[in-house]
């Protein structure tokens, strides 16, 4: 079986502990509202005057952004726009008022998580928060899944990377033989140790790994 240091359940509580929730909204008013509205529920409200304010400051990974979608200079959508760009795990949260709409859409459609049409209640924004910090729990955690995996499928050889990528794609011992232009026996060789240096059990587990260390793409 694949082994991690940490469940999969054990990281995402962790996750959810040391999240920060970014408040960007230029309005002093508004940002002391939010900070009252959340500080209450155990989560840690970090808040800025500006988007570039927030893209000035090193970000943690765990954690949200909520913005308002007027701003001066930088406006939400452009805030989602760069912060995607940056590759940040940071789900974005837009705050919109009706006409807005269609802009906060076209947000979500670049990668933002949610959109609140103003006036929201307190419930709305909590789900919407919950919702954003479970995405990004969920996304880190694969993310380490697969820096672990990688690393792990690093330290095989050419030949026996070869080898995992015809495994996964549920070829036998002969079949990979006539690919790589070698023997059953010394295939059945290099499977073994591919098992034993990935420490999986079985089939699956590579499958696993494989899609872990790849997000989804195919082997290099």
């Given at each position: ?110 990668g933002a998580v949610d959109f609140l049409e103003k006036p929201f209640s307190g419930a709305e924004l909590m789900d919407a928060i919950r919702r954003a910090l479970d995405a990004n729990s969920r996304a ?40 790589l232009g070698t023997s059953p026996r010394t295939i059945d060789v290099h499977r073994a140790r591919v098992f034993q240096k990935l420490d999986a059990d079985t089939l699956p587990d590579l499958v696993h ?12």
């Open positions: 079986m694949v082994a991690y240091v940490k469940s999969p359940i054990d990281r995402l509580t962790q996750l959810r502990t040391t999240a920060i929730i970014h408040v960007v909204d230029d309005d002093d008013a508004v940002r002391d509202s939010l900070r009252f509205l959340l500080e209450p529920e155990g989560w840690t409200v970090r808040t800025y005057d500006s988007a570039t304010a927030l893209l000035d400051t090193e970000l943690d990974a765990a954690g949200c952004v909520l913005t308002d979608f007027h701003m001066p200079e930088i406006d939400g959508l452009e805030l989602q726009a760069r912060l995607a760009a940056r590759e940040t795990l940071l789900p974005v949260i837009i705050i919109t008022g009706h006409g807005d709409v269609p802009a906060a859409v076209r947000a979500m459609r670049a880190l955690v694969a993310a380490a899944d697969a820096t672990q995996a990688a690393r792990r499928i690093a330290g095989l050889t050419p030949r026996e990377r070869e080898v995992l990528a015809l495994l996964v794609t549920g070829k036998s011992n002969k079949e990979m033989a006539l690919v790994l494989v899609l872990a260390a790849s997000q989804g793409q195919p082997l290099p």
